[in-house]
T-cell receptor, first 112, second 112 residues
Framework: EAGVAQSPRYKIIEKRQSVAFWCNPI?????LYWYQQILGQGPKLLIQ????????DSQLPKDRFSAERLKGVDSTLKIQPAKLEDSAVYLC??????????FGPGTRLLVL | DQQVKQNSPSLSVQEGRISILNCDYT??????FLWYKKYPAEGPTFLIS?????DKNEDGRFTVFLNKSAKHLSLHIVPSQPGDSAVYFC???????????FGKGTRLSVIA
């Protein structure tokens, strides 16, 4: 069974630029999550989708971050404009049931 | 306010001995707990979980113990192997489709 796919794996941008990340969940998984993991911290949920609807986006900085889940499958997360403090690993996860989430390899973002 | 705490940032254990990783939580609504393992440049990998109706769950070399009254859980790895060297994250969620809350992780080093 293929795992969660993410791209790109690494991205370096300058502050105030925009960036987008892509995630393809495990086939059949209805729930998709985006997490931000800052160095030395555990992952923090940014947004959760159930099919193509948003379940929880309470911790998403909506002035600069946006996310969508096209047709309930793939998802993109965008940052515009980026700030230095957005440097982190962005993890996508999916789950079939609500308990166990399976993570992709992450996208490491560096904002200069 | 950290709801899930892993108070030991690092742990070193000799190969063949037992590794014990600890996790405390403050939210009494949490009823499902998971451990994830993370290698550098990879996403977290699901290891083992336990629901609040149990006090122990075992999978091969990995056992998770839950003490609800103390709001404490631990992961035991016996015997420890060099390939177990990674960062281990404890995570918890409340009943239903609620987001996982992660601890900051414990870096385990198994020395040959």
């Amino acid at each position: 069974e293929a795992g969660v796919a993410q791209s790109p794996r690494y991205k370096i941008i300058e502050k105030r630029q925009s960036v987008a990340f892509w995630c393809n969940p495990i086939s059949g998984h209805a729930t998709l999550y985006w997490y931000q993991q800052i160095l030395g911290q555990g992952p923090k949920l940014l947004i959760q989708f159930q099919n193509n609807g948003v379940v929880d986006d309470s911790q998403l900085p909506k002035d600069r971050f946006s996310a969508e889940r096209l047709k309930g499958v793939d998802s993109t997360l965008k940052i515009q404009p980026a700030k230095l403090e957005d440097s982190a690993v962005y993890l996508c996860a999916s789950s079939e049931m609500w308990e166990t989430q399976y993570f992709g390899p992450g996208t490491r973002l560096l904002v200069l | 306010d950290q709801q899930v705490k892993q108070n030991s940032p690092s742990l070193s254990v000799q190969e063949g001995r037992i590794s014990i990783l600890n996790c405390d939580y403050t939210n009494s609504m949490f009823d499902y707990f998971l451990w994830y393992k993370k290698y550098p440049a990879e996403g977290p990998t699901f290891l083992i979980s336990i629901s609040s109706i149990k006090d122990k769950n075992e999978d091969g070399r990995f056992t998770v113990f839950l003490n609800k009254s103390a709001k404490h859980l631990s992961l035991h790895i016996v015997p420890s192997q060099p390939g177990d060297s990674a960062v281990y994250f404890c995570a918890a969620s409340a009943r239903g489709n609620t987001p996982l809350v992660f601890g900051k992780g414990t870096r385990l080093s198994v020395i040959a």
